[in-house]
């Protein structure tokens, strides 16, 4: 079982920045993929990025340039730098981890709104 905590949610103004982390516990084994998700009121939930275990990352085009994705292996922790926000990115943002067996755990999510 894993458990993935996030948080540094809040609320910034348009063209600020926050730093959201994702701390994973449990029986976490090396081989994993982490990824970043949001959900705005009213619509699906989205990717946002991705990071493997090997060090692969990816970001949606939506967020490309302005997020970025990284890990901290000895703190089992990933986090999602966002800077130039813009009120379009408020949402509940999310992670998920997949395991190598397939095993799959999300976190409960973090209020991010963009907002003068």
């Known amino acids: 079982q894993v458990q993935l905590v996030e948080s540094g949610g809040g609320l910034v103004q348009p063209g600020g920045s926050l730093r959201l982390s994702c701390a994973a516990s449990g029986s976490i084994v090396s081989n994993n993929i982490v990824g970043w998700y949001r959900q705005a009121p009213g619509k699906q939930r989205e990717w946002v990025a991705t990071?493997?275990?090997?060090?692969?990352?990816n970001h949606a085009d939506s967020v490309k340039g302005r997020f970025t994705i990284s890990g901290d292996n000895a703190k089992n922790t990933v986090y999602l730098q966002m800077n130039s926000l813009k009120p379009e990115d408020t949402a509940v943002y999310y992670c998920?981890?997949?395991?190598?067996?397939?095993?799959?755990?999300w976190g409960q999510g973090t209020q991010v709104t963009v907002s003068s």
């Open positions: 990071k493997t275990s090997g060090g692969y990352t």
């Open positions: 998920k981890m997949i395991l190598q067996n397939g095993a799959t755990y």
